[in-house]
C-alpha cells in the first residue's frame, strides 16, 4: 500500500490532539501469545497510524509545545523468533511501508515516555473511562494502569474517539483498496454460482473461499454466513452444516479483505437456478428497497433515516402482498428487525461518528426479509459510497437481478452439458 495513506493518517490525528499530549497506540487488541490469531488481534487503530502487520509494535505520536513528531517502536532482529514464527521487519523496511523516520527498539520505550512525561498533560490511549475495571483487559487497559500507578498526575484521554472522527470519512487510496477486496468477493460469489446445486452449504462455500484466496486476499472480513432454507432466517447463522436442498434459497453474507480492508456482501440465490413465484416476489421487493435506500444516500442524511424510509416501504409493501394486515412497524419487525447500513473499512463494522453521513463514509446497504413460514430468507447488501451529491455503488459488478442470476446459472449448467 502507498505509505501516504499512513502519513496523511497520522497528519489527521495530530491535528485533532490537544496540544501537550502524546498519543501512544499498540499493535495487539488484546496481550496474548496466540500467534495463530494475530491477524486478527492486529488492533486497527495501529494500522492506521502505520500499515506495519506486526504484533508487538508501539506507534507514538507527540504534540508538545505545538510541535509534532512520530515515531514507532519495534522488536529488533531475533533469530529464535525467525526460525519460528518468521523475522521482525528491519527499520529500513519499517520506514518504507509506514513513512516512519524516527524508528526505535522496543526496549527503550519506558524509557522514551519517562523522558517526555512531564513535558505533557494528557496521554492518549484505546480505552474509555468505564473500561478501567474491565475483567478482559487490552493492552492499553494494561498499560492505563501500568501508567497511572508511576505517573498518578498524568491525564488518560480515550484516542478511540480521535480514531472515530478520522476513520469516519474514507480516503481515495482506502477506498481503491475496498474496491479490490469487493471485486475478489464477486470473483469468489461467481465461483459459487458456477458450481451451484443441492449440497452442503459448507461445500458451495468452500468455492468462495477457494477463488477467494487464489486470488491473492489476506483475509476475510468475518465469518462467511452460507444459510439455507429456514437457516436464512437467522441473522448470524454461522454453522454452514446443513444440506442445502432443491427447491431452498441460500443467503451468503460474506467478504474478502485485502490489506485489511474489507468488502461485505449479500446475495440470495436459488439452489436449483430457478426462483420459484413467491421467492421472486418476496425477493424483488427487497431489492427494490435496496435501490430506495441508495436513492436516499448521500450526505447530510442519517443510517437512522435510510432504515426508516426502508421500514415505510416495507409496511406498504408487505401488506399489498398480504404477509402483514394493518401495516405497523410492528408487523414489520417481525420480518425485518436489523439496521439497513453500517459504515465500512478497517474493520467489517467501521469506526463511524453516527452523525450524519459524510462525502467519504462508505456504509453497507442491506435490506432483507424473514418469513420462516415460508422457509425463505433474503437479504441483498452492496456497499455504497457517499459522494457530494449522492451515492456510488461500489460493487456494480455483482449479479443480483433476478434475470440475471437465472440466466448465469442457465448458460453454465449449459456449458457443462
Known amino acids: 500500500m502507498d505509505k501516504e495513506l499512513f502519513i496523511n493518517n497520522r497528519k489527521k490525528l495530530l491535528e485533532l ?30 494500522f ?22 512520530e515515531m514507532i517502536f519495534i522488536n529488533p532482529y531475533d533469530e529464535y523468533k525467525a526460525k519460528w514464527v518468521g523475522a521482525p521487519k528491519s527499520k529500513e523496511e519499517v520506514t518504507n511501508i509506514s513513512g516512519i523516520s524516527n524508528v526505535r527498539y522496543l526496549d527503550t520505550f519506558d524509557s522514551f515516555i519517562s523522558g517526555v512525561i512531564n513535558n505533557v498533560n494528557n496521554i492518549y490511549l484505546d480505552i474509555c473511562d468505564n473500561e478501567l475495571d474491565a475483567n478482559q483487559l487490552t493492552s492499553d487497559q494494561i498499560y492505563a494502569k501500568k501508567l497511572l500507578t508511576k505517573y498518578p498526575f498524568i491525564k488518560i484521554l480515550n484516542s478511540r474517539k480521535l480514531f472515530t472522527i ?26 459459487v454460482l458456477k458450481h451451484i446445486k443441492p449440497a452442503m452449504e459448507y461445500e458451495l462455500e468452500s468455492y468462495f473461499d477457494q477463488k477467494v484466496k487464489a486470488l491473492g486476499a489476506t483475509g476475510y472480513s468475518f465469518p462467511t454466513i452460507a444459510a439455507s432454507g429456514a437457516n436464512g432466517c437467522c441473522l448470524h447463522y454461522s454453522e454452514n452444516n446443513s444440506f442445502a436442498k432443491d427447491g431452498d434459497l441460500i443467503l451468503f453474507d ?14 440470495t440465490y436459488p439452489i436449483n ?8 416476489q418476496i ?23 435510510l432504515n426508516s424510509i426502508l421500514r415505510k416501504y416495507f409496511a406498504v409493501e408487505l401488506k399489498k402482498i398480504g404477509l402483514i394486515n394493518e401495516g405497523t412497524d ?19 463494522h467501521d469506526l463511524c461518528d453516527y452523525g450524519p453521513l459524510k462525502a467519504g463514509c462508505v456504509i453497507s446497504n442491506e435490506p432483507g426479509l424473514y418469513i420462516p413460514e415460508y422457509n425463505i430468507g433474503i437479504r441483498i447488501e452492496d456497499d455504497v459510497l457517499i459522494t457530494e451529491n449522492g451515492a456510488e455503488w461500489l460493487s456494480p459488478q455483482i449479479i443480483k437481478e433476478v434475470d440475471e442470476i437465472e440466466n448465469f446459472i442457465a448458460n453454465n449448467k449449459a456449458i457443462e452439458e
Do not use: W
Open 330 to 348: 410492528a408487523e414489520v419487525s417481525k420480518y425485518y428487525f436489523h439496521g439497513v447500513s453500517h459504515h465500512i473499512g478497517l474493520d467489517c
Open 166 to 191: 478520522a476513520r469516519t470519512v474514507k480516503s481515495d487510496i482506502e477506498i481503491a483498496e475496498m474496491k479490490k477486496a469487493i471485486e475478489i468477493t464477486n470473483q469468489g460469489l461467481i465461483n
Open 17 to 46: 490532539m490537544e496540544n501537550d499530549s502524546i498519543l501512544v497506540s499498540f499493535s495487539r487488541r488484546k496481550d496474548t501469545d496466540d500467534i495463530f490469531c494475530q491477524r486478527y488481534n492486529l488492533n486497527r487503530n495501529y
Open 273 to 280: 437456478g430457478k426462483f420459484t413465484p413467491r421467492q421472486k
Open 283 to 305: 425477493y424483488n421487493i427487497v431489492l427494490e428497497g435496496q435501490k430506495l435506500v441508495f436513492n436516499n444516500a448521500k450526505p447530510g442524511v442519517t443510517t437512522r433515516e
Open 48 to 69: 492506521y497510524l502505520c500499515g506495519v502487520v506486526e504484533f508487538e509494535n508501539i506507534v507514538v505520536l507527540c504534540k508538545i509545545d505545538n510541535k509534532t513528531s
Open 254 to 267: 460474506l467478504g474478502a479483505s485485502l490489506n485489511m480492508y474489507c468488502a461485505d456482501i449479500s446475495r
